[in-house]
């Protein structure tokens, strides 16, 4: 709300900010999912590029696909910078530090080639779903998982640590065991494994024991990994479930401004538009 344009600002200015900064209008929405795809074109075009069989036979048009977007991103850019009332709070923002970075990796690979590849930062801009669809009431429950976590971090980081010298004794068991001659060269090579082994994920390396013992140790290693994914899970969950039950049911109350629903029982002003409710 401070960033909106001052009461002396041209009526164009207020119009452009309506569209661009607010979603609760039909022009405002129609601006934002025509952006979030331009987002999703233009990143799919650089994806598209580092394919080495279609970048041989269509790498100049995606080239000119992409600093397409990047001029209709720097504009965009600038037009946020125009509307708004304070243009350097909002360049240094969050988003307006990622709606800056949208754009500097085409430019920067004129100097420094292939950190064009670096636009995929623009996937980050798809964020402004959340306002379009008006899901901001659901950062209630984002809250709600975040209390959660910070409750199970001792459980989870003892877990953690059990873990984590579990895969250090296997790995250097695996390493006396199978030896360098079967791909097991040293401890850190081996306790690599044994991570790939317990989160049932694989390894990258050509690693396998050879020798019954090893292949035994491995067998027990991957059915004690089902269980180990399991566990934070369950820290979790139960943490949820007893915050679940002791947690007032949110407020019904629509606001009267913006019509938002999902207020938190202690809410005294809207989540979305900071209307008193």
């Known amino acids: ?43 799919g075009a650089v994806m598209l590029e580092s394919v080495k069989e279609i970048r041989a036979e269509y790498g100049p048009y995606l080239h000119a696909v992409e600093w397409f977007f990047t001029v209709l991103f720097i504009f965009e850019y600038l037009l946020r910078l125009v509307v ?18 949208a754009a500097v990796p085409t430019l920067a690979a004129l100097l420094l080639p292939g950190s064009r590849y670096l ?13 379009i669809f008006k899901l ?48 097991f060269s040293s401890i850190p090579e ?7 082994t317990v989160t049932t994920v694989g390894s990258s390396s050509n690693i396998t024991p050879a020798t019954v013992l090893g292949q035994t140790l491995t ?7 089902f269980g180990i994914i399991a566990v934070p899970t369950g820290i979790v969950s139960s943490e949820m479930t007893q915050r679940s039950a002791a947690l007032p049911a949110f407020k019904q109350a629509r606001c009267p401004r913006c019509q938002a629903e999902g207020h938190r029982p202690e809410a005294t002003f809207c989540w979305h538009c900071g209307e008193k409710i």
Do not use: C
């Open 84 to 101: 708004v009332r304070r243009p350097l709070a909002y360049a240094l923002s969050l988003l307006g530090i990622i709606d800056f970075m």
């Open 136 to 183: 901001g009431h659901f950062m209630g429950e984002g809250e709600f998982i975040v209390d959660a976590l910070k409750a199970s971090r001792f459980k989870i980081t003892v877990f953690l640590t059990a873990v984590f010298s579990l895969v250090i004794v296997i790995g250097t068991l695996m390493y006396v065991i199978e030896g360098g001659q079967h791909g």
């Open 1 to 43: 709300m401070e960033n909106r344009p001052r009461n002396t600002a041209p009526h164009w200015q207020h119009a452009a900010y309506r569209i661009i900064f607010e979603s609760n209008t039909p022009a405002g929405r129609a601006y934002d999912i025509v952006l979030l795809v331009a987002i999703g074109l233009s990143v």
């Open 190 to 196: 081996s306790v690599y494994w044994a991570i790939g």
């Open 119 to 131: 636009l995929v930062i623009r996937t980050l801009r798809l964020l402004r779903v959340f306002r």
């Open 219 to 225: 067998a027990v290693l991957m059915i004690l990994g």
